[in-house]
């Protein structure tokens, strides 16, 4: 029992180190979620964005019920006012006049808005609302609602042939390109990321106005796409407000993969935090996608480091080395210079140190000390070489920390 | 005199003739009959095999294939079924039952008199077997890639270099009419000045779990297979999946680098150089033993300016193979295929005054000629080297996750004494990499 008090302590005191390494953040912004009706899974999607808002320690955030189908829509009367961003996960029957022009009036305000998904389904009658979000597809549009906006060969193209508005190919892995990387939104990230399995929308259209498409994506005739570059990430200006438009994170009954896409869920934090506030101040987790492939959070939350190396301690070859691959991330991304190197070998020794991480994990984390370690490893791996075990790794990795020896 | 062999190998080859013993080959490798490696053209080319599984075996048929020309009569496996299976078909081949059986290369070369070997091992291996050989003085056809690290390469150049030995390397590719068309319109300016290159090579090593330690079988002797690699328990992993393991191979990037990276080098008059900067992104496994990457994408910045994206081919355009942009169009080629951004660049004939492209149809018959006139064989050690090195330099940026700044004159990493340990891997004792 007394041994695993022990780790249970050294684990809590490396916890506390690194939350002590984490900039404090208050929950100062307001967020309100609004959803109730939709063709999509809102019961699953509302909460999921309610805890990816809230888990950037940026925002606490409510959410707002309609009424039902055929429920009486004078009743929904959200204060938009309270807020400092509007996350719609709405696609309905239209809201109370009274309703529509509070929400007008709190945009025109300053107000940020999220629309998230089908939120661009939604309210194809409200001229506004379609000014606020840009494009917007399906609801019966057509050429009327404005023309259809995408690029080919890299020219933006705006396209006012007939046809509908809103369409999109079989649900595939797809690779996002980002339009403007100095936009506080994807600012940081790679220029070209592959986003997880979703629904890539196509054919929108709309006013267009006071917009930028800051990220689009090959809509590929092969997954029975348009051919075109379709708009992904939008930004729009109404009024003093600002309005962050993504057509991504189409919901499964329990989430699913567009919504575990680490490109998703950071590009939603970071599109509210803007809509909200005008900047970004969230980091680039370790784990967003990039050119190379995609990458799923599947609870919807980034794992801490120390839950990372907890699981290596316990591991053991027949078992997952996903939290492995993870550090590895993190080093990658995190440690570019000798002290940030340090930074991670120390918490790395501390798992070698330990009487209850396990060969195999050690074995891991020996490989990974041969090339990013220093001389603070020396000592442990000479105490670990005199295992029978964990010799032939412990001497690999004295041989590239000591060539000359 | 003797411009392969050495006068002494010479007489000694003859003092093993004239004492009759017992390991006498039944062929006299035509070096010991004072030809010095320039073979009249009756005489077969002695050879040898080390690593007869599924590729070795291959290229063994493939060179028996060239009849009168090659005779094998000895091979060399750590798998006993494999050496007993290549005895068979060169056993049936010769009419005899002579065909030599070794499980350890050192004593195969040692006791073997050949004029040329045929190599084709996990790539964990080819740092120590092909410089032996080339240390023998033997022509190698050698499987590519080249090597498992930067560091095995520079030692084979070396050590090929220095015996002045005929290297052919298994990129094949090369001796195929598209590549050669596509690489000969390119280098004559028929796309123009040459921009960009898209090399796509595929996916792969998607897992297997981690399968439970089995009994090694009797005839395979498991420690030898590993060599210089960590000792692990068998798993029953080991011939043609040995792929998907960092200890033995980069997975699909480095298999496929020996042909498509080495291609575009081709074409684009990069083939003794290297790049200045290397960056991408790898995606890894996150289950069982396998862990070399299964997706990759990452650029290199060539001093003229050019830059080479390498990836998995469903992330460009053109898909698989090679893929130069020049200033006046495209041109693609990959297995069984070859585009352009304009048909007519395809019909383009070159002329007598432009520049030709080395041609092979026949890429075993163009080692067997190069052995044959002492000329260099179309794949020469030099560019597999520079070939290899790109996707190993890109497995460096990978696994770093740095900005690789490369001396491709002085062949170091800049600046990075981290990501510098990265270009070779510690061996186990008791092999080690000779100096040459």
Not at chain 2, 242 to 267: E, K, P, V
Not at chain 2, 359 to 386: E, G, L, M, T
Request: net charge neutral; hydrophobic share 35%; with cysteine.
């Amino acid at each position: 029992m007394k041994k695993i008090y022990l780790i249970l302590l050294v684990f809590a005191g490396l916890l506390t180190v690194f939350n002590a390494c984490q900039p404090k953040k208050s929950t100062s912004y307001k967020a309100l979620i609004v959803t109730g009706q939709n063709n999509h899974y809102w019961k699953s999607s509302s909460p999921i964005l309610q805890q990816l808002l809230e888990q950037t320690g940026l925002f606490t955030a409510d959410i707002a019920k309609s009424p039902e189908k055929g429920g009486d829509m004078n009743s929904f009367n959200p204060d938009f006012s309270k807020y400092n961003v509007i996350v719609i996960d709405y696609n309905g029957e239209s809201w109370s006049e009274k309703t529509k022009s509070a929400f007008v009036e709190y945009v025109k305000n300053g107000g940020g808005v999220v629309s998230y998904h089908a939120g661009d389904n939604s309210f194809p009658e409200w001229k506004e609302y379609n000014e606020m979000i840009g494009l917007g597809g399906w609801g019966d549009r057509t050429e009327k609602d404005g023309p259809y906006i995408y690029f080919k060969h890299d020219s933006l193209i705006t396209d006012s042939s007939a046809g509908r508005g809103g369409n999109h190919g079989k649900r595939h892995e797809f690779e996002i390109r980002n339009r403007n990387t100095e936009h506080p939104i994807t600012k940081g990230l790679p220029q070209r990321w592959v986003h997880g399995t979703d629904e890539l929308y196509a054919q929108l259209r709309g006013p267009g106005k006071n917009m930028e498409i800051i990220a689009s994506a090959y809509s590929d005739t092969a997954q029975n796409g348009t051919g075109r570059d379709e708009p992904i990430l939008m930004t729009i200006s109404y009024g003093k407000g600002r309005i962050f438009h993504s057509t991504l994170g189409h919901p499964d009954e329990d989430g699913g993969p567009a919504l575990q896409c680490v490109g998703f869920i950071t590009t939603f934090q970071r599109g509210a935090e803007w809509a909200a506030t005008g900047n970004v101040t969230q980091k680039i987790p370790y784990d967003f996608p990039t050119a190379a492939g995609s990458s799923y959070r599947p609870d919807f939350k980034e794992l801490t480091l120390q839950e990372d190396l907890a699981k290596i301690a316990q591991y053991d070859i027949s078992k997952s080395t996903k939290y492995f691959t993870d550090l590895q991330s993190r080093i990658r991304h995190e440690a570019k210079t000798a002290a940030e190197f340090q930074q991670f070998e120390k918490q790395l020794i501390k798992v070698l140190e330990s009487k209850e991480a396990t060969d195999d994990g050690k074995r891991l984390l020996l490989r990974e000390i041969s090339w990013m370690g220093s001389e603070l490893s020396i000592p442990i791996i000479h105490e670990l070489a005199k295992s029978e075990s964990l010799k032939d790794a412990a001497e690999y990795a004295l041989a590239r920390l000591q060539p000359t020896k | 005199m003797l411009d392969k062999s050495t006068r002494r190998d010479f007489l000694k080859r003859s003092a093993t003739v004239a004492t009759g013993a017992l390991i006498l080959p039944q062929i006299i490798p035509s070096t010991a009959l004072g030809m010095g490696g320039k073979l009249p053209p009756s005489d077969r080319i002695v050879m040898g095999g080390i690593g007869l599984g599924s590729q070795g075996t291959s290229n063994m048929r493939t060179f028996l294939e060239h009849k009168h020309q090659v005779q094998f009569v000895a091979v060399c496996d750590v798998d006993a079924k494999n050496a007993a299976n290549a005895k068979g078909i060169i056993d049936a081949e010769n009419k005899s039952n002579d065909c030599r059986i070794y499980g350890d290369y050192r004593e195969f070369l040692e006791k073997e008199k050949l004029d040329a070997v045929s190599i084709a091992l996990p790539d964990h291996w080819h740092g120590l077997i092909y410089s032996a050989a080339a240390n023998k003085k033997l022509d190698v056809y050698g499987e590519k890639p080249i090597c498992r690290t930067i560091k095995d390469g520079q030692t084979i150049v070396n050590a090929v270099e220095k015996n002045n030995i005929i290297w052919q390397t298994g990129s094949w590719q090369r001796s195929q009419s598209n590549f050669h068309h596509a690489v000969e319109l390119v280098r004559n300016g028929r796309i123009g000045k040459i921009k960009t290159i898209e090399v796509g090579l595929p996916n792969g090593g998607r897992g297997i779990g981690t399968p439970p330690i089995k009994e090694v079988p009797a005839e395979l002797n498991w420690d030898m297979w590993l060599g210089p690699a960590l000792k692990v328990p068998y798993r029953g992993v080991s011939h043609w999946n040995w792929r998907w393991m960092l200890d033995y191979s980069g997975g699909q990037l480095t298999d496929w680098a020996g042909h498509h990276i080495d291609i575009a080098n081709w074409g684009a008059d990069l083939e003794h150089t290297g790049p200045i900067e290397i960056s991408g992104e790898g995606v890894y496994p996150t289950e069982g033993i396998y862990n070399v990457p299964v997706e990759y994408d990452f650029l290199c910045k060539y001093a003229n300016g050019i830059e080479m994206r390498v990836a998995n081919s469903a992330r460009l355009v053109h898909g698989g193979g090679a893929t130069w942009y020049g200033e006046k169009g495209w041109i693609n080629v990959d297995r069984g295929r070859i585009e352009a951004s304009d048909p007519k660049i395809l019909q383009e004939v070159i002329g007598p005054n432009e520049i030709q492209i080395y041609k092979s149809d026949d890429h075993w018959q163009n080692f067997i000629d190069c052995v044959r006139s002492r000329k260099q064989a179309i794949a020469p050690i030099q560019v597999a080297y520079r070939a290899i090195s790109v996707a190993l330099l890109g497995e460096i940026a990978m696994t770093t996750g740095q900005k690789i700044q490369w001396d491709p004159e002085k062949e170091v990493i800049i600046g990075n004494p981290v990501a510098s340990r990265l270009l070779s891997r510690p061996y186990r004792q008791p092999w080690s990499l000779p100096t040459i």
